[in-house]
T-cell receptor
């Protein structure tokens, strides 16, 4: 079975503060991990994936297989980062999402 | 370019009535197709996925069913709606390669009264 856990429903930070959205997963095989974001009144869309090892909008995420984690980080939060963030795991054919974390950046 | 369309956008139905939500993808062939339900505090719950015509995998036993009558068409149905079926339903597609992102539709808001 594959499972994704996002322990925080809401994360509030001040503008300019660092951000870390936590994600832990459970999967017996070799997983592919993603972060998706949903801005207000927009479709859910891909933010980044672990195999690309890229930084998107200042966000990065590193897959830690030892800790089975894929935390999303940004050194300095911006107001436009306020959104709903979902961690997702793609196993064989199936994609499982976490419960999501709402990020609120306070001006 | 590829696009995904989902309809209706909103639907209000009485308890016990049937349901049909449709999703179509354009600009690609043989996509993997998915139905999710999005609920506050519960994230995206995978309901069904399909890797080909007539091939449906169910994740959650419930009052709903799915069908894929054509390569790029995915339908979510119910014969008799329950109050608990109310929610926001999302259709998504991905390429058939093992790795790949999901592309989501705009969603369908179902209210069962």
């Amino acid at each position: 079975a594959q499972r994704v856990t996002q322990p925080e429903k809401l994360l509030s930070v001040f503008k300019g503060a660092p951000v870390e959205l936590k994600c832990n997963y459970s999967y017996s095989g070799s997983p592919e991990l993603f972060w998706y974001v949903q801005y207000s009144r927009q479709r859910l869309q891909l933010l980044l994936r672990h195999i690309s090892r890229e930084s998107i909008k200042g966000f990065t995420a590193d897959l830690n297989k030892g800790e089975t984690s894929f935390h999303l980080k940004k050194p300095f939060a911006q107001e436009e980062d306020s959104a709903m963030y979902y961690c997702a795991l793609r196993g064989y054919q199936k994609v499982t999402f976490g419960t999501g974390t709402k990020l609120q950046v306070i001006p | 370019s590829q696009t995904i369309h989902q309809w209706p956008a909103t639907l209000v139905q009485p308890v016990g009535s049937p349901l049909s939500l449709e999703c179509t993808v354009e600009g690609t062939s043989n996509p993997n197709l998915y139905w999710y339900r999005q609920a506050a505090g519960r994230g995206l719950q995978l309901l069904f996925y399909s890797v080909g015509i007539g091939q449906i995998s169910s994740e959650v036993p419930q009052n709903l069913s799915a069908s894929r009558p054509q390569d790029r068409q995915f339908i979510l149905s119910s014969k008799k709606l329950l109050l608990s079926d109310s929610g926001f339903y999302l259709c998504a597609w991905s390429g058939t390669a093992y790795t790949g992102e999901l592309f989501f539709g705009e969603g369908s808001r179902l209210t069962v009264l």
